[in-house]
């Protein structure tokens, strides 16, 4: 591109171009947009679609990727309220009915014998009996309400066909029998939400923390460089640890904890751009017009240093994503069941030396993975919103 091309565009077209042509940074942000995508409309894609996909299945426990097994569902004598559909891609639906994995079944009119899924290590054969009349909900009915079954063979071909479902597991079950693909998909929405809500909180401190020792200097500024010392020399793992267990474990004080102690190179980063064009002519025009300063600092000052602070939100998503992993990972994060990776690790960090490695690896690659991206779309859009180049 030439000199007089690059004259005729503005900077955003600019920015964005040299953007799109970092194949990493692009290629990181399909990634994360994927995960988004995945994140908020996990339920309608995931498996095991119970509230914080807790389905425990525990005939089937800690079985490989790829697993199949049939199962019996058995309706339940009170079956849940049905669930709007915004409240369902929140929060997921419960289970109508009971899930029993089997090796095979022997039916007939009046009842069905369940021969229980079982390991090959085992040879104790468990069975369970089912009355007909329990699996009404997906039976035919007669007017008395019992299933009208007239033989053993149509009792049979109805059951199979109505209360029988195959189901494979893809990347198998955890220690619990839930289905770890459903899981991990789920876990995801733990990472980016704390990511997205730690950096809005952080912005929001850091931009306004920095703004007034930057702009109003003296003894305001000395204030704020002493106070923003103080938390800098603290250990962010640490202050994070200290702020959750003043506010109590839990998703919600997960996000403040995080929030609240990541503002400060936010506000190092502001409280120097602003240092450096508080003396320019546009913020002494706008003085001598009588703007007011919170004016001057969030509609003139602020809009001309907002590249160094996407950059470093940015790298604060990462942090982000880390430190929630290593909340989780330490009990006073993320609580069971609701999924997270951090937690899924300390569930299963345990199978690294078995034959299961793979249930704490997956989601330790997803974090590195997920970090990584965000770190990737940092040097893109420093480069892309460089004015140098």
Known sequence: MDDKTKQNQSPKALAWKRFRS???????????????????????????????ANRQLLEISTKKPGFEVDMLMIPKETP????????????????DCTYLPFDSL????????VYLYQSEASSNIRTEIIENKELIGFG??????????????????????HCVKHRKFLLGTDQFGRDFLSRLILGSRISLTVGFIAVLLSLMIGIIVGSLGGFFRGKVDDA?????????????????????????????????????????????????Q????????????????GFKDLRIIFKHILPNILNPIIVVSAANFASAILLEAGLSFLGIGVQPPMPS????????????????AYLALLPGIAIMLLVLAFMLIGNALREALDVKN
């Open 22 to 52: 970092n194949k990493l940074g692009m290629l990181s942000c399909f990634y994360v947009i994927v995960w988004a995508l995945l994140a908020l409309f996990a339920y309608l894609i995931i498996p095991d679609k119970t509230p914080n």
């Open 80 to 95: 849940p309220a049905k669930t709007p559909f915004f409240k369902f891609l929140l929060q997921g639906r419960p289970d």
């Open 106 to 113: 022997h039916i007939n009119k009046e009842q069905t014998t």
């Open 140 to 161: 035919p009915s007669t007017s008395s309400g019992t299933l009208g079954f007239t033989s053993d063979s149509e009792a049979e071909a109805y059951i199979r066909s």
């Open 224 to 272: 704020v460089v002493w106070f923003i010392n103080v938390v800098w020399s603290i250990p962010t793992l640490l202050l994070v640890i200290a702020i959750t267990f003043a506010l109590g474990k839990g998703i919600a004080q997960v996000f403040i904890a995080v929030g609240l102690t990541m503002w400060v190179e936010v506000a190092r980063i502001v409280r120097g």
């Open 274 to 289: 602003i240092l450096s064009i508080r003396e320019t002519t546009f913020v002494e025009a706008g003085r001598a017009l």
């Open 341 to 356: 990776w951090g937690s899924m690790i300390k569930e299963n960090y345990a199978f690294i030396i078995l034959d299961a």
